[in-house]
């Protein structure tokens, strides 16, 4: 059974910088992408960064040079490290694992595992 935690959310200024976790159980990581997504208020959920298949990481534009995904050495964990944040980051944080193809890990519908989801929120 795929379980996903995410811990490490809070409330920051614009500039600073935040550590999200996501602790990983029942997968290999060689055959997964673990993926983080974000949703606003009433947007839709939105892909932010993935760790795919464990060695490669693709981002989106909007957090490319801010945040890095990669994962840890103890406890099977993915991390997202955010630095620079800005007010428009602000938004729920989940982490999904799934068994998805290269083309397909921006779609949050291709991932059956999710983690509960961590808040972050960013003061301007």
């Known amino acids: 059974q795929v379980q996903l935690v995410e811990s490490g959310g809070g409330l920051v200024q614009a500039g600073d910088s935040l550590r999200l976790s996501c602790a990983v159980s029942g997968i290999t990581f060689s055959n997964y992408g673990l993926t983080w997504f974000r949703q606003a208020p009433g947007k839709e959920r939105e892909f932010v960064a993935s760790?795919?298949?464990?060695?490669?990481?693709y981002y989106a534009d909007s957090v490319k040079g801010r945040f890095t995904i990669s994962r840890g050495n103890v406890r099977n964990t993915v991390y997202l490290q955010m630095d620079n944040l800005k007010p428009e980051d602000t938004a729920v944080y989940y982490c999904?694992?799934?068994?998805?193809?290269?083309?397909?890990?921006?779609?949050?519908?291709?991932?059956?595992?999710w983690g509960q989801g961590t808040q972050v929120t960013v003061s301007s």
């Open positions: 999904a694992a799934g068994r998805v193809i290269l083309s397909s890990i921006r779609n949050p519908s291709n991932y059956n595992s």
């Open positions: 760790l795919w298949r464990s060695t490669n990481t």
